[in-house]
C-alpha cells in the first residue's frame, strides 16, 4: 500500500489534517527517565511538590517568635533534591539551531548582498547563549567566534533575556541589533521541545545568493542532447558492435527472483478460488504466473498459467502484434505490493503473500515492508460418522471399542493413578432426595474409590423401621447428567448432589479420614482450605465502613446470647442472616477449624482472632 493511500482525499494536505500511520505497532508508554542524544533525563511535569507554609516561616532569617515551640526538623532527602536545578538536570544540555544573517557588499557589480550561515547554541544550565560561523577555507572572510557565550538581553539596557522558548524555528532574532534567521536545527534540540510540549514547525532550506550560484555555474559543462546517438552511430560506423543496454542490469541481477502468491476468484458457474505463484525475474523484468497444484483437486495439472513474458497493466489488442504505435505499460517491482491487485490479461488476482527474499529485497533496495495479507480459511469438507447409543454391556469405552476398529482393543487404563490413588476411598453418608416425603428419610453410605473413580452405594436402616439395609448400587463408574463426564473426586464436596441413574443423593457428613483428605488436597477441594475460606469471609467487610464495624456485626449476629460458644446451627443461620454465601462444606471446615473443646462448639474468641480481630 502506497504512503499516499493512508492521507484523506477530501482534506486538505495541511499540517493537522493528516492521519497517522494506521499500521503502526508500537505504542510505548511514557517513562519517566529517557535518554535523549546520551544525556539522562527526568521528566519533571507531573511531580507536585507540597508547600508548607510552617516550613518556609521556620527556615526565615531572624529569631523564632516562641522558643519553645522547639528545633526545627531536619529536611528530608536534602542531599537530593526533589525537583533538580537546571545546573543539575540540563548539565551539558545544549540547543543547537542553524540560521543565517544577510550581510551587504558595496563596490561589486556581481552581487549586492552575501548570506553567511551561523550556528546558535543555547545552554539550558544557565541560559547563556553563544553564535558562532563554521569556518570555510578560502573565504576571505574572518569566521568563527561570533558572540561569546553570555545571556543576551532582548533589549540593550534591560534585564530581560533571551530564553530557549523565544528560539522558534522559521523566525527571526535580534542579538545586539543583527537580525539572524533561524531555519532549522538538531535531532535533540527537536525532541526536546517537543517533551516540554512545544513542537517546532517544519524548517526551511537556506536561500542562494548570487555569489554561490556564479559559483556553481563557472565549471558547468552542458551536453548537446543528441552526443549520445553521435557516439554510438560513429561506434558502429567505425565496426564496433552496437550497445547492450540491458547488460549491466542482466549480470547484476541474474538468478535474482521475486515470489508472491497471489489468488484469483473465478466466478463462473463452475469457478473457485484458484492459487497461483507469480515469480518476477529482475533480470529482464518478465513474469510468470503457476499454478499451486493440490492433490484430488478434480483439475488437470497444468503446469504454467502465463508463460514467462511482460505483463502489461493494459494489454493492447490487435490482429497485428508488433505493428501498433501504441505503448504499452508493464508491471514493475512498484506496483507488486501485498494487498495490490494485479491485472493478468483480464483476470484480477489478489496478492497476499510473498517469500522471505521479496521481503528483504523490497525493504533494502524500495524501502518498503510487504505485509501479508490474511485469507479466510476454507471450510474443509468433513464427514460424521454417527456413534451408535450405548448398549448397556460392560463400560462405554469397550462399546466404542468396536466402532472405531475393526479388531477391538481393550481400553487403556490409568495405571500411575490405580498405583497411587488405590488406597484412599471417600466415604460420605447422604440421604435420597425425592418427590415422596418418606423416601427422604432413608440414608445413605456413598463410597468413592480414587484408584478408578468408581461409586458404591450402601443403604443403612434402622431396626423396626421397615427398610432393608445393604448393598444399594454395584460399584462402579457413574456419569454426571450434566456435564456428561464421569464423576471425579472434585465433584464429592459437602452439600454437593450427586445423580446415579435416576437417583439423586445430597451428601451431608463425611468421616475423619475424608475430612483430612480433602484438608491436604486444598489444591483439589478449594472449599476445604480454611485460609481462603477466612479471604472469602473478610471480603465481605467491602459492604461496612471499616473492618472492626463488621466484625461487630458478625459477632453480635452469631453470638446473640454472649455465651462464647456457639452451635452449627447457629452459625448456619446467623451467616444466612447476614447474607453471607458461605457453603456447606466451608461452614463445616470453619466450625471444625475453631473447635476448641471438641464439643462440635465454635468458639467466638477463637473465631475473633482467626478471622482478623485484636486479642483482648
Known amino acids: 500500500m502506497s504512503l499516499n493511500a493512508q492521507f484523506p482525499k477530501q482534506v486538505p494536505f495541511l499540517p493537522g489534517h493528516v492521519f497517522s500511520d494506521p499500521y503502526k505497532e508500537s505504542h510505548h508508554k511514557t517513562q519517566q527517565f529517557s535518554n535523549i542524544n546520551g544525556t539522562v533525563q527526568e521528566k519533571t511535569n507531573f511531580i507536585h511538590e507540597e ?60 552581487e549586492n548582498y552575501r548570506i553567511r550561515q551561523v550556528i546558535i547554541y543555547y545552554y539550558l544550565s544557565d541560559g547563556t547563549i553563544h553564535v558562532t560561523e563554521p569556518r570555510v577555507q578560502n573565504s576571505g572572510i574572518p569566521q568563527g567566534l561570533f558572540i561569546k557565550r553570555q545571556k543576551i538581553p532582548k533589549k540593550l539596557g534591560k534585564q530581560d ?13 535580534n542579538f545586539y541589533d ?45 551536453n548537446p542532447p543528441d552526443t549520445k546517438e553521435y557516439k554510438e552511430y560513429f561506434e558502429v560506423k567505425l565496426g564496433g558492435g552496437h550497445p547492450n543496454g540491458g547488460l549491466n542490469k542482466y549480470l547484476s541481477n541474474d538468478r535474482k527472483v521475486l515470489s508472491f502468491d497471489i489468488i484469483w476468484d473465478d466466478a463462473s458457474i463452475e469457478g473457485q478460488l484458484n492459487y497461483y505463484t507469480l515469480n518476477y525475474y529482475l533480470a529482464d523484468d518478465t513474469c510468470e504466473v503457476k499454478e499451486v497444484r493440490k492433490q484430488n483437486s478434480g483439475k488437470d495439472p497444468y503446469p504454467l498459467m502465463l508463460r514467462r513474458q511482460k505483463i502489461p497493466k493494459q494489454p493492447i489488442l490487435t490482429h497485428y502484434p508488433g505493428m501498433t504505435l501504441k505503448k504499452e505499460e508493464f508491471y514493475s517491482p512498484q506496483d507488486l505490493i501485498c494487498g495490490n491487485q494485479v491485472r493478468i490479461y483480464g483476470r484480477d488476482c489478489f496478492i497476499y503473500g510473498c517469500d522471505d527474499f521479496t521481503k528483504e529485497y523490497y525493504l533494502k533496495v524500495l524501502g518498503i515492508q510487504q505485509k501479508p495479507a490474511t485469507l479466510k480459511q476454507e471450510r474443509g469438507k468433513k464427514f ?8 448397556g454391556y460392560g463400560y462405554e469405552e469397550d462399546s466404542l471399542g468396536s466402532v472405531y476398529s475393526l479388531q477391538p482393543k481393550p481400553p487403556k487404563k490409568d495405571v500411575r493413578k490405580n498405583f497411587t490413588q488405590d488406597q484412599f476411598i471417600l466415604r460420605f453418608e447422604s440421604r435420597l432426595i425425592s418427590e415422596i416425603r418418606e423416601e427422604n428419610s432413608r440414608r445413605f453410605i456413598i463410597s468413592f474409590y480414587c484408584g478408578d473413580d468408581t461409586v458404591q452405594v450402601y443403604q443403612t436402616s434402622e431396626r423396626n423401621s421397615g427398610i432393608w439395609g445393604g448393598k444399594f448400587q454395584e460399584r462402579s463408574r457413574q456419569k454426571n447428567p450434566l456435564t456428561n463426564d464421569y464423576y471425579t473426586e472434585k465433584d464429592f464436596q459437602l452439600g454437593a448432589i450427586v445423580q446415579f441413574n ?6 451431608m457428613r463425611a468421616d475423619e479420614f475424608t475430612v483430612n483428605y480433602m484438608k491436604q488436597k486444598s489444591d483439589v477441594f478449594k472449599e476445604a482450605d480454611i485460609k481462603q475460606i477466612i479471604a472469602k469471609l473478610r471480603l465481605f467487610a467491602d459492604h461496612y465502613p471499616n473492618f472492626d464495624s463488621f466484625l461487630l456485626d458478625l459477632m453480635k449476629k452469631l453470638d446473640k446470647q454472649l455465651k462464647g460458644q456457639i452451635e452449627f446451627e447457629e452459625l448456619a443461620a446467623g451467616l444466612q442472616e447476614l447474607g453471607f454465601n ?35
Request: glycine share 4%.
Open 178 to 222: 543583527r537580525v539572524y534567521r533561524i531555519c532549522d536545527c538538531d535531532t535533540y534540540t527537536r525532541e526536546f521541545f517537543e517533551y516540554m510540549g512545544k513542537p517546532l514547525s517544519l524548517p526551511e532550506q537556506l536561500p542562494r545568493d548570487c555569489f554561490q550560484a556564479q559559483k556553481e555555474t563557472k565549471d558547468l559543462k552542458i
Open 502 to 507: 435416576v437417583y439423586k443423593f445430597q451428601l
Open 51 to 110: 508547600f508548607d507554609p510552617n516550613l518556609l516561616d521556620s527556615m526565615k532569617m531572624g529569631t523564632p517568635p516562641n522558643l519553645t515551640y522547639g528545633s526545627r526538623q531536619p529536611p528530608e532527602n536534602d542531599y537530593i533534591p526533589r525537583i533538580q536545578p537546571p545546573w543539575l538536570k540540563y548539565d551539558r544540555a545544549v540547543l543547537r539551531f542553524y540560521s543565517y544573517f544577510q550581510e551587504s557588499v558595496v563596490e561589486n557589480p556581481n
Open 582 to 616: 458461605l457453603t456447606l462444606q466451608e461452614q463445616y471446615y470453619l466450625m471444625r477449624e475453631f473447635d476448641i473443646s471438641g464439643e462440635w462448639k465454635l468458639n467466638m474468641q477463637a473465631f475473633w482472632e482467626g478471622i482478623g480481630g485484636k486479642r483482648s
Open 161 to 173: 533575556f533571551y530564553t530557549w522558548e523565544d528560539l522558534q524555528l522559521c523566525s527571526n532574532i
Open 384 to 391: 460424521y460418522q454417527p456413534v451408535p447409543p450405548y448398549n
